[in-house]
């Protein structure tokens, strides 16, 4: 072989290592745009209602957990259960700086937009808009590119953890003007035009909802855009009135600035957009430590191999690609809120009024807490895999306790808010103390007990969002009678609910008190984790409103929505004892009344995956005798309820819930209980797991045909021996390890059926 044919071989073989290296990296399998769509899933045709029927994700490029995220904007307001993307739209009015609450149907809050325009200057939103196409459109955690088919522009962007940077590439020759705005829908906002340092700055009040719905926050998103090329003219907006080298503009609706360019053909503008929630001072801070001199392609790749090796914390291989896709996108998805809230230099506004300058240290201090729906899987997983920053964010929820005085139910806006029902804040703590990501101390531990058996004596800090709702009538009587319709709360009534979690959070609470020897708190908070029978009817199989005087009300159909149920039907919610399966069982007759039951209830096509109170449901068959049904509902929920295409999650993402509870099942095993160390076991779905954890500890999973159909489990062992339990012990996981998993098409339903094979139960 000559030397040019050998230069040639090895040239290909080089590519074509390198493309299967590329070919392998999890990023490929990443598609943020899977969910921008109305869901298209079952139980969302079924079950859900208006926006529930949308996961309202969004393309955010971004670190995990940042500050800001930064997304192409389809709808520009700020307005409560509006996402600033959807898929469907077919115009792009500007880039945004979000705060969106990924995957919810809240408010987004402080942002900023951005958009590059060609020829006329346009600034007013709707005015601006450009058509484009998805197949111009490519999004990955890194990066985002779009054509602006209106302008001719080529759009890219990519991220810091507190900054965005952006590519503006006009196509034409000519006249271009970037415009610049805080999004705020109340009329307020402040631009200043700074011409000599090519910059725009200003910041967007924050606005809380739920508790004190229109008032401030006390806090507002500071942003400083800087541009790489010197301004050939400027000023100011409101609507369509231009304000030619005014610099200043605040307080009216709609207004901006812009900056204008004369460009050549194919030139590129490029925009570094720092942001802090302290000041505009902190924002520019942010820029110059995070971006600096640092070119576009370097933060690209910065952001590239920062989500690189945050996804190879857990890696798959199978037979089947679309899978990997659903696994990876739904990593991704769960790993973008919680939010940072300080700037580089830990500084910070303190909680529940913004009042004070704090300072985080030599950590990241977080906001945003969907914790009705994250407690249940997106914790218990950051617990496995990003167990240092979930312990940054548990701390900092001990903060706010700190500087509110409690501790808070559904923080978000940096506000107390009783947005959600139960105070699942507990339960997370809990869960993060019992293994060992964090330690609570005596003043830590106290604010834990203060919403478990305190109400505020200041109404209005109660009104506020303070301590639990209710908690009154529920430590009276057992349960929340119907006669308390729960006035101050956005949810309102949804008594049995709230009966229902707060029996789960009181038995969380005495887990942490069995682990400090707390006898005393131990017992009755145990006692009070029965309280669940207190509105279980019999007669009905099935959980009832009940007055006072203990008479089960008379408005009940347990197939449809009811007043004092949130978000479901009476059987739906019936399943909801995490910590005490066991009890529940008796309630119904036994083993068979409650396998029965619960055959039933799936018959009656009553689940619905897409709302976060019945994600224990498929996992219930473990305790019952029955885990081959649990391989066989999960593996259909698995394939029914997530697909790789944009319509592909069923109902709101919740901050990463309803993908963490993928990322659970397709690893196969599931936190029913959080504050129990235990994971109820549903079988791998890929043919390999390895799970690289902090620690230092790999744990390897093994189950041959499981990526193409053999969704049984056979047998298992860990570390060749064999093992009986149909679930894991959290040190089962980060120990590390071999687990080695038999798999077949059939199903084994002696496997696991054993009572003392089952799963913790509060009743033995």
């Known amino acids: 072989m000559t030397s040019k044919l050998v230069w040639v071989a090895a040239l290909f073989t080089l590519v074509s290592c390198t493309k299967q290296a590329v070919d392998n990296s999890p990023l490929n399998y990443v598609n943020p745009l899977i969910g921008t769509a109305p869901a298209t899933t079952i139980s969302a045709i079924n079950h859900g209602h208006g926006t529930e029927n949308n996961a309202q994700v969004i393309p955010s490029v971004t670190v995990p957990f940042g500050m800001t995220n930064w997304t192409p904007q389809t709808r520009a307001t700020e307005t409560k259960c509006v996402a600033p993307y959807y898929y469907n739209d077919s115009t792009i009015n500007g880039f945004r700086g979000t705060h969106w609450l990924s995957g919810s149907c809240v408010q987004d809050y402080g942002s900023m937009s951005i958009m590059p325009l060609s020829g006329q200057l346009k600034c007013g939103t709707l005015e601006r808009a450009s058509a484009f196409t998805h197949n111009e459109e490519e999004s990955t955690p890194y990066n985002y590119r779009v054509t602006l088919s209106d302008y001719n522009i080529q759009v ?200 004070k300058i704090l300072n985080s240290g030599d950590r990241n201090y977080y906001v945003d807490f969907s914790m009705w729906d994250t407690y249940r899987a997106s914790h218990p997983l950051f617990n496995l895999l990003m167990p240092n920053e979930n312990a940054d964010m548990m701390y900092s929820l001990i903060d706010k306790a700190k500087q509110g005085g409690w501790l808070p139910i559904f923080p978000c806006w940096s506000s107390y808010t009783s947005a959600m029902i139960g105070d699942h804040a507990i339960t997370t703590l809990a869960d993060a103390c019992i293994k060992n990501v964090i330690e609570l101390n005596d003043e830590a531990y106290s604010y834990l007990l203060k919403n478990a058996f305190e109400t505020p004596e200041d109404f209005a800090e109660y009104k506020n969002g303070k301590g639990r709702r209710a908690l009154e009538s529920y430590k009276k009587y057992g349960f929340v009678p119907l006669e308390d319709e729960v ?250 390890g071999i687990l080695k998993f038999q798999m077949s098409d059939t199903p084994n339903k002696n496997w696991g059926r054993e009572k003392n094979a089952r799963p913790f139960s509060l009743s033995k």
């Open 156 to 355: 890219e962007m990519t991220a810091t953890r507190r900054c965005g940077m952006f590519r503006f590439k006009y196509l034409n020759e000519g006249e271009a003007h970037i415009v610049v705005n805080p999004n705020s829908d109340e009329g307020e906002g402040f631009t200043q035009i700074l011409p000599r340092q090519n910059e725009i700055i200003g910041y967007n009040p924050v606005h809380r909802i739920y508790q004190g719905w229109g008032e401030k926050a006390g806090f507002s998103g500071y942003f400083v855009a800087r541009f790489s090329h010197g301004f050939t003219n400027y000023g100011t907006y409101q609507d369509e009135d231009v304000f030619e080298h005014v610099t200043r503009i605040s307080d009216l609706k709609n207004l901006g600035g812009f900056a204008s360019f004369h460009v050549n053909k194919n030139e590129v503008i490029e925009v570094c957009i720092g942001t802090s929630f302290t000041s505009i001072e902190q924002a520019r801070k942010n820029l110059d430590a995070e971006i600096g001199a640092k070119t576009f392609n370097e933060i690209k790749s910065d952001l590239k191999n920062t989500w690189e090796s945050v996804l190879n914390k857990v890696q798959v291989e199978g037979e089947n690609e679309d899978d990997k896709t659903k696994f990876y996108t739904a990593l991704y998805h769960a790993f973008l809120q919680p939010r940072t809230f300080n700037d580089v230099d830990g500084s910070y506004v303190s909680f529940s009024g913004g009042d």
């Open 487 to 736: 006035k101050e709360s956005f949810h309102q009534q949804e008594q049995v609910s709230r009966t229902l979690e707060y029996a789960f959070d009181d038995f969380a609470l005495s887990q942490v008190a069995l682990k400090r020897g707390d006898n005393t708190n131990h017992e009755l908070l145990t006692q009070r984790a029965f309280n669940y029978k207190n509105v279980y009817s019999a007669a009905d199989s099935c959980v009832r409103g009940r007055y006072i005087d203990g008479r089960f009300t008379d408005e009940f159909n347990k197939l449809t929505r009811m007043p004092y149920i949130t978000e479901g039907t009476p059987w739906q919610y019936t399943w909801y004892v995490p910590h005490d399966i066991n009890g529940l069982m008796e309630l119904m007759g036994g083993q068979e009344g409650f396998n029965n039951n619960l055959d039933n209830f799936h018959a009656a096509k009553q689940y619905w995956h897409g709302n976060e109170p019945g994600h224990q449901i498929p996992f219930l068959y473990n305790f019952s005798g029955e885990p081959w049904k649990t391989q066989k509902l999960v593996t259909e929920i698995m394939k029914q309820e997530y697909d790789s295409s944009v319509g592909g999650l069923s109902g709101n993402d919740d901050a990463g819930q309803m993908s963490a509870w993928y990322v659970f099942a397709a690893m196969g095993f599931y936190p029913v209980c959080p504050s129990v160390p235990e994971y109820v076991i549903s079988g791998p779905h890929f043919d390999k797991i390895t799970i690289n954890q902090d620690n230092g500890n790999t744990l390897k999973i093994y189950a041959p045909g499981a990526s193409s159909g053999k969704n049984y489990i056979q047998a298992y062992s860990i570390n060749d021996k064999n093992v009986a339990n149909n679930f894991l012990s959290h040190s089962d996981i980060v120990n590390g």
